[in-house]
């Protein structure tokens, strides 16, 4: 499926991908006078810009492309089907949750950029939900909040280099990293709660602040302050 220019969405129905390659060659919003966007299987690709203002559901499938993907409202990520971010920057800027069983690969030099005012939850049961395969690099910012909730052990995959310059707020459980991070904003780590660096080279840079009565837990990385 191509939607090229020209293509308009109108309507407050669902469209969903569940099998199809679908390539957005053009801008295209997603708001609240057209239909949501589901991806449940396939790929969502292209080169033109993706803007989500309203729910986005991703249960399934790859998200590649040149183009953009920015999303607004509330997204959901769910179910432990496969899910790619392959070479795209996907611009996070409302409210994204990883729910239930769910996890992402990024790969190709795909980017999760969580971005000032954004949150990102980590609420699955699977233990790296924000994970890699290869081939190419991998990265993750964060400018706004990523929280830590699950009173459990979640891993951010040590190739994908992590630069955090808003707020980690590790509330629950452990939050682990064992690749490149450069932290230059809030490390918040409630008591009973750790963020453990279990490898690569931690630095800690100008800005960088730690609140909370948990624990930093350094494992295996080198930690320059």
């Known amino acids: 499926t191509n939607l090229d220019l020209g293509a308009a969405l109108t309507g407050t129905g669902t469209l969903q991908v569940s099998g199809a390659t679908m390539s957005i060659n053009t801008p295209l919003t997603f708001s609240a006078s057209t239909p949501q966007l589901k991806l449940a299987s396939g790929t969502l690709t292209g080169a033109g810009a993706i803007s989500v203002d309203t729910a986005f559901t ?5 998200i590649s492309g040149a183009g953009t ?11 432990s089907a496969t899910k790619y971010l392959s070479g795209r920057t996907w611009t996070q800027s409302g409210v994204a949750t990883f729910s239930d069983t769910s996890w ?3 790969n190709n030099g795909g980017v999760l950029n969580n971005t000032l005012g954004g949150v990102l939850n980590l609420n699955t049961s699977n233990t790296t939900p924000i994970n890699y395969t290869s081939p190419g690099t991998a990265a993750l910012t ?13 891993a ?7 630069t955090n310059t808003g707020t980690i707020n590790v ?3 452990t939050l682990e990293h064992g690749g490149s991070f450069t932290n230059s904003g809030t490390l918040s780590i409630a008591s009973g709660a750790m963020l453990d660096l279990t490898g690569g080279t931690t630095n800690l840079d100008l800005g960088a602040a730690l609140t909370g ?13």
């Open 58 to 62: 991703w249960t399934g499938g790859t």
């Open 213 to 225: 009565t948990g624990t930093l837990q350094v494992s295996g990385a080198t930690m320059s302050i």
């Open 142 to 154: 964060n400018a706004g909040t990523l929280n830590q909730q699950a009173a459990l052990s979640h």
């Open 104 to 106: 992402i690969y990024i």
């Open 156 to 162: 951010i995959h040590n190739t994908v280099a992590f």
């Open 171 to 173: 509330a629950a459980g």
């Open 69 to 79: 993907l920015v999303t607004t409202g509330t997204t959901t990520i769910s179910t």
